[in-house]
């Protein structure tokens, strides 16, 4: 394996480097040093499993696939949210001793796992897929273009870096914010053509898009490269504001309502 830093090829192979590892839980905690030897196509994540069979067998981190789809091994490396498994040390070797911590925003049960438990009850706000009734041929009928709008949000591996690196949600949870990845399933089901709900109030009161300032940088962190903040939380602002601010929208609402 090489890296590449201003033209130069370096090696990691048969190389010691020093890994910044948050030991601890929630009340206390603190940076041990682990020196171990690369070996050829090491990423982030293996380096801790070696860390593990080696110096600190109770070192805790979350893991299942070791191929970036089961979203379970977020940490902050070197102050940067990314998939251990999908960090090769060929990417960090040259920028000194690695440091890896827990996610910053969800609070530390121990050493590198967090309580990604906000997550769970803040997808439980948005209402599910509410199918239409099928055609007289017994079938739904989309577009491949109604089918494409949506389907880069199915990619999402639910491995809450977007949620990790939003400031809304990092400073401010109390608001009541759901956070990018949740405005982004309602968008999925807002922009599903078979869809018949409506979740607009939703949208605005339960998952508060209006603390969004478009700041971007959940879209930055997504290591399925879903632009969630372009495809998915402004559409859904846009709507929220034809639904609020439009007077003949409001109008025709208003009309309907007394109708029924
Ligand atoms: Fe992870 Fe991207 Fe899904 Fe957010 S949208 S949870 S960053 S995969
Ligand atoms: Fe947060 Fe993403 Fe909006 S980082 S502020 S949800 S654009
Ligand atoms: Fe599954 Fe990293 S171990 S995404």
Known sequence: MASHTAGKSVSVAGREHTFNVFRG???HGELVDYTIELSEGMVVL???HQIQATEAPDLACRWNCKAGKCGSCSAEIN???RLMCMTRMDQVVDEGPT???P???FPVIKDLATDV???YRAAKKVPALDPKPKDERGEWTMYQYEVDRIQEFRKCIECFLCQNTCHVL???QEVGFAGPRFIMRAAQYEMHPMDQADRIDVVKEELGIGYCNINKCCTDVCPEGINITDNAIIPLKERVVDRVYDPVMGLWRKL?????
């Open 117 to 119: 438990s906000f997550n």
């Open 256 to 260: 309907t309502a007394s109708e029924t």
């Open 170 to 172: 990092r400073d401010h």
């Open 99 to 101: 440091t890896i911590k």
């Open 79 to 81: 102050g940067k949210p």
């Open 46 to 48: 293996d380096a801790i």
């Open 103 to 105: 996610m910053k925003t």
């Open 25 to 27: 839980d929630k009340e």
